[in-house]
Nanobody, 126 residues
Framework: EVQLVESGGGLVQAGGSLRLSCAVSRFPDDDYTIGWFRQAPGKGREAVSCTGSSDEMLYYADSVKGRFTISSDNANNTVYLQMNSLTPEDTAVYYC???????????????????WGQGTLAIVSS
């Protein structure tokens, strides 16, 4: 089993930045995908960015390309999401999730992967 704990959310003005952290109890032994997902008020959950045991797994949603950066510090069991140039449309609960097998960074019906964190709320004011 893998436990995930997100942190780093908060209130920020438009144009500002936040850095989200996901503490991972352990990375899967074999190939895996880990990603950030978000759910805005009244909307479904969507994929933001993924990475994993292979560089081929790197993915960014079009809406965040050039503004968000995902990174992984395996030595410290932490995955980060650096979010710059934030807009009110980025307001959401951000979740970290892991799939113990390689998986496309696409959500079907709010379901993806094997383990999820509890989420951290990011609010961007205009």
């Amino acid at each position: 089993e893998v436990q995930l704990v997100e942190s780093g959310g908060g209130l920020v003005q438009a144009g500002g930045s936040l850095r989200l952290s996901c503490a991972v109890s352990r990375f899967p032994d074999d190939d895996y995908t880990i990603g950030w997902f978000r759910q805005a008020p009244g909307k479904g959950r969507e994929a933001v960015s993924c990475t994993g045991s292979s560089d081929e797994m790197l993915y960014y949603a079009d809406s965040v390309k050039g503004r968000f950066t995902i990174s992984s510090d395996n030595a410290n069991n932490t995955v980060y999401l650096q979010m710059n140039s934030l807009t009110p449309e980025d307001t959401a609960v951000y979740y970290c999730a892991v799939s113990v097998v390689p998986r496309l960074c696409v959500i079907f019906g709010n379901s993806w992967g094997d383990y999820w964190g509890q989420g951290t709320l990011a609010i961007v004011s205009s």
